[in-house]
T-cell receptor, first 115, second 116 residues
Framework: AQKVTQAQTEISVVEKEDVTLDCVYE???????LFWYKQPPSGELVFLIR??????QNEISGRYSWNFQKSTSSFNFTITASQVVDSAVYFC????????????FGKGTTLSVSS | GAVVSQHPSRVICKSGTSVKIECRSL??????MFWYRQFPKKSLMLMAT?????????EQGVEKDKFLINHASLTLSTLTVTSAHPEDSSFYIC????????????FGQGTRLTVV
């Protein structure tokens, strides 16, 4: 089965705290792609990162970092020194096998950052 | 700038009427586009795959006659919610993935449909 699990439904933190959003995926394919999207209250989906299954290198982009662990089928997302503007719903998603197929989304994690 | 343009962003309609949502690929000729539906505080569920020049492929449980998809050109896919009912109220969003790449998806801005 192809599936993405985001076990954390809601997380609340205070500004400047670090927060990690968990993502666990299931797929039988050896080639696949993992994504994180941010959905602010306006509704549009903001692309954050794409990772292919052959690239386990962790990535850092400013306050954002991602930890891809094939051994545990996880692709966790950490926000360092969170800010109020980070408040949004974050989705982890999977495209199994080759390009051209639709994304399979997790249920999303709602992050609330208070000042 | 946006590579997928979706209109309208918000629409309110009366029960029984039909609503058309447009999704345009601005920078690429998309033979395939995807339509998702999102209920409040829920995830995005794939409704159908829109194929240029042929019939759309619907996911299990999605009514083909209620959600009409037309992909008449390489840059435009439309979703028409026919005979809308309040339970059709939702957030609809389209996306496209160019073939031959490693799968980056671009999404439209979404359409919030309210049926009264």
């Amino acid at each position: 089965a192809q599936k993405v699990t985001q076990a954390q439904t809601e997380i609340s933190v205070v500004e400047k705290e670090d927060v990690t959003l968990d993502c666990v995926y299931e797929t039988r394919d050896t080639t696949y792609y993992l994504f994180w999207y941010k959905q602010p209250p306006s509704g549009e989906l903001v692309f954050l990162i794409r990772r292919n299954s052959f690239d386990e290198q962790n990535e850092i982009s400013g306050r954002y970092s991602w930890n891809f662990q094939k051994s545990t089928s996880s692709f966790n997302f950490t926000i360092t020194a969170s800010q109020v503007v980070d408040s949004a719903v974050y989705f982890c998603a999977l495209i199994p096998n080759q390009a051209g197929t639709a994304l399979i989304f997790g249920k999303g994690t709602t992050l609330s950052v208070s000042s | 700038g946006a590579v997928v343009s979706q209109h309208p962003s918000r629409v309110i309609c009366k029960s029984g009427t039909s609503v058309k949502i447009e999704c345009r690929s601005l920078d690429f000729q998309a033979t395939t586009m995807f339509w998702y539906r999102q209920f409040p505080k829920k995830s995005l569920m794939l409704m159908a795959t829109s194929n240029e020049g042929s019939k759309a492929t619907y996911e299990q449980g999605v009514e083909k006659d209620k959600f009409l998809i037309n992909h008449a050109s390489l840059t435009l896919s439309t979703l028409t919610v026919t005979s809308a009912h309040p339970e059709d109220s939702s957030f609809y969003i389209c996306s496209r993935i160019p073939p031959g790449t490693d799968g980056e998806a671009f999404f439209g801005q979404g359409t919030r449909l309210t049926v009264v």
